[in-house]
């Protein structure tokens, strides 16, 4: 049996010393634990983070420091020894790579057991690693005190190539660290609540698992970098397949779990994939190498014969799915956790403070905000022109009393109308709405810097690439849950939350020009 842990981190970006020190605690917990770990597996850069870009530079370390930082901290623990594996930004021969360390720390045989440096570097979607790392060439198992493990990065587990060849090299444990934003609202893709980045990825490495034979560890970095939702929801996978622990989404968390190497002898022999590999694989290389020469197909293999084509069934419209639709539960858990991570933990806030026009997008903020960081923390700021909608703060109202936060009402018609005056002419409505817009975001900072609270932007997806918005007012706010969903996804989220529905129901407006709609503006009728 192997008792195994894995350390779910969301760590500090780019503090390798403070990283360093919370990983010193973990271990320092389990001095005088009566089951501590055999193996304890942390994830892809998980003394960095990962969304470095250039400053990946700054932050690595060559294998040999990164083990005698470890070596010391544990030593300092008291921990046991153990074995780790740790993802980390390194330094190998003047060069950058992502690539993950295995170790012992503690015990007469001490020292660095393997370094895996990363082949495959996405370039796609938000990733773009081999600007600033480079590829390594090779997978191969190594020994560990209880047996044979093998470790890959990321996107390494999704080329078959790479797990295949640990697992005939020996690998009883496959180990995938990883950084995995989280992607999939869509009910379509989302399932049990879970992104369907998570549900994608249980699929893969239950699939590597089982063609293997093999024990499979998914350690998923936590928390959130740059507005990137870094999942969580790390696992381990059993030899035939089944799932034997999950880690939540999104925050930290200490999986532990028992593994019988027993099992994989007869999961191997219930199901020999593996066995069956090893003896074709010869003759497959072999082929492939026959297709490469002149002539291209190997003598010993028969040309294939034509046959005819049966007629295709006609082609029936299949029905897809609503490309905006979400599961609002899941978009609340993780905007929520989003709002508590970036205002406190990366900002340092621990209130914040939100324009509540009495509209969906700052009612839907306004709960989020006061589900994230507690009513008493949140304070909502009314800011009426004398041409506001009395119904605004009406329904600004309905909000403050749902969530109990704080709130504060601040008439800004002398201050709009002063700078009017001193005018060479009389704005029009157009102008006037602009003073008034950049007037709440002035007033909206000064009570920022009053209470000591984070401003919290109210705008959606929508209105920014309509450019439907005023520059340096209702943009200027550093941190945004709601701005990468379309509005037709707020009044979804907003239902859900329960923001009253007098406000989700009646017609989007900057309440800036009295009768303006937003449909208004743009011809939609």
Not at 166 to 177: C, N
Not at 490 to 505: F, M, Q, S, T
Request: net charge negative.
């Amino acid at each position: 049996m192997i008792r195994l842990a894995i350390a779910q981190v969301r760590p500090r970006k780019a503090d390798y010393q403070g990283n360093l020190r919370a990983f010193g605690e973990q271990l320092r917990a389990l001095a005088g634990a009566p089951d501590p770990p055999d193996l304890l597996i942390l994830p892809e850069t998980a003394l960095t983070g990962y969304f470095l870009e250039g400053g990946v530079q700054e932050v690595a370390v060559t294998a040999e420091q990164l083990y005698a930082d470890l070596a010391q901290v544990h030593r300092e623990s008291g921990a046991p020894p153990l074995e780790v594996i740790v993802g980390f930004y390194e330094i190998w021969q003047n060069r950058l790579h992502n690539a993950v360390l295995a170790a012992a720390l503690g015990g007469p045989d001490a020292g660095v057991r393997h370094v895996h440096r990363k082949v495959f570097l996405p370039t796609y979607g938000v990733f773009d690693e081999e600007r600033f790392v480079e590829p390594g060439l090779t997978v191969e198992a190594f020994d560990l005190r209880w047996g044979r493990a093998a470790a890959v990065v990321c996107e390494d587990a999704w080329h078959s190539i790479l797990p295949t060849i640990a697992a005939l090299d020996g690998a009883q444990l496959l180990v995938v660290v990883s950084a995995s934003p989280a992607r999939g609202l869509n009910p379509s893709l989302a399932a049990d609540g879970r992104p369907g980045s998570v549900e994608r990825w249980e699929r893969t490495v239950q699939a590597i698992a089982a063609e293997h034979g093999l024990y499979l560890v998914l350690a998923q970095l936590a928390g959130f970098e740059g507005g990137k939702a870094l999942q969580g929801g790390s696992c381990v996978i059993g030899p035939r397949g089944e799932v034997l622990a999950r880690a939540p989404l999104f925050d930290e968390a200490w999986l532990t779990v028992e593994l019988d190497l027993d099992e994989i002898t007869r999961a191997r022999a219930e199901t020999p994939l593996l066995s069956d590999l090893e003896l074709r694989l010869p003759h497959l290389v072999e082929s492939l190498a026959a297709r490469r020469r002149p002539g291209g197909r190997p003598p010993s293999e028969p040309v294939p014969p034509r046959r005819p084509r049966a007629p295709r069934p006609p082609h029936r419209a299949r029905l897809e799915p609503d490309p905006l639709a979400i599961d609002p539960a899941l978009a609340r858990r993780w905007l929520v956790e989003f709002l508590r991570d970036e205002v406190r933990r990366s900002r340092g806030f621990e209130r914040a403070v939100i324009g509540l026009s009495g509209g969906v997008d700052s009612a839907l903020v306004t709960m989020l905000a006061a589900e994230a960081l507690g009513p008493e923390q949140v304070t909502a700021i009314r800011m009426p022109y004398r041409s506001s909608s009395p119904e605004s703060l009406d329904h600004a109202q309905l909000v403050i009393e749902a969530t109990g936060v704080r709130s504060e009402t601040i008439e800004i018609t002398d201050a709009v109308e002063g700078l009017a005056a001193r005018l060479p002419q009389r704005p029009d409505p157009t102008r006037l709405g602009n003073i008034m817009a950049r007037m709440r975001m002035i007033t909206l900072f000064d009570r920022s810097v009053a209470l000591q609270a984070l401003p919290i932007g109210t705008g959606n997806k929508s209105e920014r690439l309509l450019g439907y918005f005023t520059w340096h007012a209702d943009d200027s706010p550093p941190v945004n849950p709601i701005g990468d969903l379309f509005k037709v996804q707020v009044w979804d989220l907003a239902r859900h939350v329960g923001v009253p529905e007098a406000i989700v129901a009646k017609p989007a407006s900057a309440d800036l020009v009295s009768g303006q709609t937003d449909e208004g503006d743009f011809g939609i009728s």
